[in-house]
């Protein structure tokens, strides 16, 4: 069996060069879930659904991005393994991303909102930014309620994190009518917390 490794994607509108995984079947040992969907790894990393730049300070997605090597281990060692994983835009450039696109279609929407909320539970910027700012706090509740109005309750994919939003936002009645039926680990933590009230974000389950 072949080492999975990291592919090089190249900024479409400045050229600059990042790492990042294809989709992986499965996560590796040492894999920490999160109740949001998010995940931390040891050797891997999630790639973001738009990746900020930080040569021309734009937003690319994986799919708009050009793909130039797909190398295997020699070949990454040897050539590509200077280059930086790919990461989400910061939480400012997200902001400013959502204010700018006045008329963005509701998928890349989706993608900045959860974006901007993942960076404020998994980033210590992001983190301090709605601890400490007020306005910033407002801002991001607004983009909660949007995000899980755009999010579908009939997408499988799409329900856990609904559900998830519903309860960070303290809805917790309407992450419980969500969840009614649903039998996984990860409905299980979630309505767990529910119930108790609880809002914070919960580590799910860690793979060692
Ligand atoms: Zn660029």
Redesign the pocket.
């Known amino acids: 069996m072949t080492e999975e490794m990291p592919v090089v994607i190249e900024?479409p509108?400045?050229?600059?060069r990042y790492l990042i995984w294809p989709a992986m079947s499965e996560l590796p040992q040492g894999t920490t879930y999160y109740s949001d969907g998010y995940f931390t790894s040891d050797n891997k990393w999630r790639t973001p659904e738009i990746i900020g730049?930080v040569?021309?300070?734009?937003g690319?997605t994986p799919q708009n991005g050009k793909i130039i090597a797909t190398p295997n281990r020699e070949e990454f060692l040897q050539h590509w393994s200077h280059l930086k994983p790919a990461q989400p835009p910061t939480t400012g450039a997200l902001v400013l991303e959502l204010r700018a696109r006045k008329n963005m279609d509701t998928t890349m929407e989706k993608v900045l909102r959860k974006e901007l909320w993942y960076s404020t539970s998994h980033t210590t910027a992001g983190k301090n930014l709605l601890e400490n700012n007020a306005k910033f706090k407002n801002f991001w509740n607004d983009s909660m309620v949007q995000l899980e109005a755009l999010l579908d309750r009939n997408n499988p994919a799409e329900l856990l994190l609904k559900a998830e939003a519903d309860r960070q936002l303290g809805h917790y009645e309407q992450c419980l009518e969500l969840l009614l039926g649903e039998q996984s680990n990860m409905a299980e933590a979630i309505r767990n917390a529910a119930q108790r009230e609880n809002c914070t974000l919960l580590v799910i389950a860690e793979k060692k």
């Open positions: 900024c509108s400045c050229g600059e730049c040569t021309c300070e734009l690319f």
